[in-house]
């Protein structure tokens, strides 16, 4: 094996960050859950949140969820709470508890949803907007620090393939969906 293998395996069988391991060496490596994408994806989306959670809080005030809430209604606009769920990648039961909290501070407003009385709609605060377009501009400082080895054009290219990979999983988790029994879908709202 040469040195540069040798490298790559031991680098990437650590579990230290390095992303999948070397299954170019001679030597046959029993594939385990490194090797998947979606383990490697959830590794880096809780360490991406930890990173956020120890520079947002401690400066703001807010968690990563809020913040994320925030930062996801400021695009929005006006939605329902389900909506902003949705889009956030929260459960409904989650996203419920956070903007009950930014409502309680002042930087989420309700008001009755027009078209449903059963549900409310949602719009940041002036102080809202204000806190969320702060918040924004040191989490574009953070993004370029966690994508500072790689190159424009390298970056341009992960952000499609994650993209790709995002509409490609969102029409499999739809077709498992159609398919799932009342049961299976009444447990993935409780997760």
Do not use: C
């Not at 094996?1 to 299954?23: I, L, P, V, W, Y």
């Not at 389900?82 to 407003?109: C, D, F, N, P, W």
């Not at 449903?116 to 918040?135: H, N, Y």
Request: hydrophobic content about 35%; proline content about 3%; glycine content about 4%.
């Amino acid at each position: 094996m040469n040195k540069q293998n040798e490298t790559m395996t031991d680098r990437s069988s650590r579990a230290d960050g390095h992303f999948f391991r070397d299954h170019t060496s001679p030597q046959k490596i029993e594939p385990d859950i490194r090797d998947l994408f979606s383990f490697e994806l959830q590794r880096l989306a809780g360490l991406s949140t930890r990173i956020a959670a120890l520079s947002i809080r401690p400066k703001y005030g807010v968690t990563a969820r809020e913040w994320r809430a925030l930062a996801v209604l400021k695009y929005l606009g006006e939605v329902p709470l389900q909506e902003l769920a949705k889009h956030s990648g929260l459960l409904k039961s989650q996203m419920s508890r956070t903007v009950s909290a930014m409502i309680e501070r002042g930087y989420i407003l309700k008001t009755a949803n027009p078209e449903d009385g059963r549900s409310i709609l949602l719009t940041l605060s002036p102080e809202g907007l204000e806190l969320s377009q702060t918040i924004l501009a040191d989490s574009f400082e953070r993004n370029e620090h966690m994508l500072s080895t790689l190159s424009h054009a390298e970056r341009q290219i992960l952000i499609e393939l994650l993209q790709r990979v995002g509409r490609n999983s969102a029409h499999y988790f739809h077709d498992l969906k159609t398919n799932a029994s009342q049961e299976d879908l009444r447990e993935l709202d409780e997760d």
